[in-house]
């Protein structure tokens, strides 16, 4: 008989700043979808996971991100254990590679530059965002506004100093800051199943108009392009209305949205994992 067990496992503290509650309580709140749909539901943090295991559950959902975690569950997953996000999917937003799958699938995305940081020659126009090139925002210096050529030498010291020998080079551009949250890849008219936007907060907004039909096209490609089928990111409005993709991530706190999106979640898992029709 199969399994009525499955894994969730949190995403690691480190790398939600200011986000650890929200990061949580949305990985709690789709267990309890599952629950409720028979499933038994093992919470498991990063340093739990062991890989493959005598007990193989069901299915595991997950929103860990570090390079030796996400290896243990690809292990996991070679042994029959389906995952969602998968472990290749996570690894593919990472920004450097990132990049590369977007170049490959010509999805658009904002104007990104690889450098070493300790390059002391980096030219450019200015101001430019200094990323680091692998994982998201996990601390003070990973992800730094530069509006001068010192101030990009000093962010790429920053990183180097850390040992992150790349960094990502964007250029500031102005207009609306939006977010967005997705679940599921294929919906009607090319957009996701489910999917919402909200404007950031804490900015002057303009208010430039823009096609969410378009938005939404956009981020699915994204999605697509990266394996994720649970995401959110961000994207700027210029004043000409054509959203600029900012970034990609997969399994955001859904915080605005927790309740619907758990929900949301769930269902998407039971349909992966539970229809006996699938």
């Known amino acids: ?23 949580a309580e949305i990985l709690r709140l789709t267990g309890k979808h599952l629950e409720a749909r028979g499933l038994q539901v093992i919470l498991k943090t ?13 299915f595991v959902f997950l929103m860990c991100e570090r390079v030796e975690v996400l290896g243990k569950l690809r292990a996991l997953e070679a042994s029959g254990v389906p995952h969602v996000n998968t472990p290749q999917a996570v690894l593919n937003t990472y920004r450097e590679r990132m990049l590369e799958a977007f170049a490959e699938a010509n ?3 904002v104007e ?14 200015r101001p430019v965002w200094v990323k680091r090139a692998d994982v998201h925002n996990t601390r003070g210096g990973d992800v730094v506004f530069a509006s001068t050529a010192d101030a990009v030498h000093q962010a790429l010291e920053g990183l180097a100093a850390r040992g992150i020998p790349r960094a990502v080079l964007q250029p500031h551009v102005d207009g609306d800051l939006v977010k967005f949250y997705g679940v599921g890849a294929g919906g009607p008219h090319g957009a996701p199943p489910w999917f919402c936007w909200f404007y950031h907060k804490d900015q002057r907004l303009a208010g430039h108009p823009f096609d969410e039909g378009r938005l939404a096209r956009l981020v699915r490609g994204a999605a697509v392009a990266l394996g994720l089928e649970v995401y959110g990111g961000d994207v700027i409005v210029p004043p000409s209305g054509a959203p600029v993709l900012l970034d990609v991530n997969a399994w955001p706190s859904f915080a605005l949205y927790r309740d619907e999106a758990a929900e949301r979640i769930a269902a998407h898992l039971a349909l992966r994992f539970l229809d006996p029709a699938r």
Do not use: I, L, Q, Y
């Open 1 to 23: 008989m199969e399994s009525s067990t499955c894994w969730g496992v949190f995403r690691e503290v480190a790398h939600s700043p200011g986000r650890e509650s929200d990061d």
């Open 46 to 58: 990063p340093d739990d996971v062991n890989g493959v295991d005598d007990a193989r559950p069901r």
């Open 107 to 109: 999805v658009p995305f």
């Open 112 to 125: 990104s530059r690889v450098v070493s940081t300790r390059d002391r020659r980096v030219e450019g126009a």
